[in-house]
Each structure stands twice: as C-alpha cells, then as structure tokens.
C-alpha cells in the first residue's frame, strides 16, 4: 500500500463526480432504515432502535454507517450494545473548523493498493 499526500486535490477531483445532496429528515431517514431493516430480516422493532440510536446518540445520517450496524445486530439490546461500543471506540476526527480551504487541500491523501 502506498500513502502520500496529494498538493492540489484538482486531478483527483476532475475524475470524480460531486453532488451536493440535501440532508434527510427524520422521516426519510427511518423509511430509508426500514427498508435496510427489511434486507437485512430485522424486526420493525430493531430498525426503530436503530433509528433513535444513529439519529439521537450516534449524531449521524449516513446510511452507510446504519448498513454496517445492520449487519451486526440481531435484537434491540445488541443495536444498544454495539452502537455503544462504536461511539466509545471511534476514531476521534480533529476540528476541521480550524483547518482553511488550502490546508485542506494538502491534507487529501491518495492511497492506493499497490501489487507485491
């Protein structure tokens, strides 16, 4: 694996497609859990705990994130469990309001698999 910084973000940009979508609200967000929910053969019961937990103690919206912890419960108690467990063991993010547009810039890492 090979990781360096990348000084200006325009080449890897320029490959990518950004699309700044609006934040889900509440509801939209648990009909999205519920149809996970249902892909994943949980109970209405789990999705809704799954539902307060992202939304109210986790603090996030990124559906991505409730798929992984889908994936790992089976019951309420594990929704609270688990969801426990990744909040205390998170990696902790620095304050990016203390960080410009150009630092920024630098901060993008390339990574990339490389063959051995």
Do not use: Q
């Not at 694996?1 to 609006?22: D, G, Q, Y």
């Not at 919206?61 to 990744?86: F, H, M």
Request: glycine share 0%; hydrophobic share 40%.
């Amino acid at each position: 694996m090979s990781v360096h910084t990348c000084p200006k973000s325009r080449p890897l940009r320029s490959r990518l497609m950004e699309f700044h979508l609006p934040e889900f609200d509440f509801d939209e967000f648990r009909e999205i859990i519920m149809m996970v929910a249902n892909r994943c053969n949980l109970t209405r019961e789990v999705a809704d705990k799954i539902t307060s937990v992202e939304w109210y103690e986790m603090g996030t919206k990124d559906v991505r994130n409730t798929l992984r912890l889908a994936k790992l419960v089976t019951s309420v108690y594990d929704v609270e469990n688990v969801a426990s467990t990744i909040m205390k063991y998170k990696p902790k993010i620095p304050n990016l309001s203390l960080i410009t547009h150009s630092d920024y810039n630098l901060m993008v890492l390339d990574i990339r698999l490389m063959p051995e």
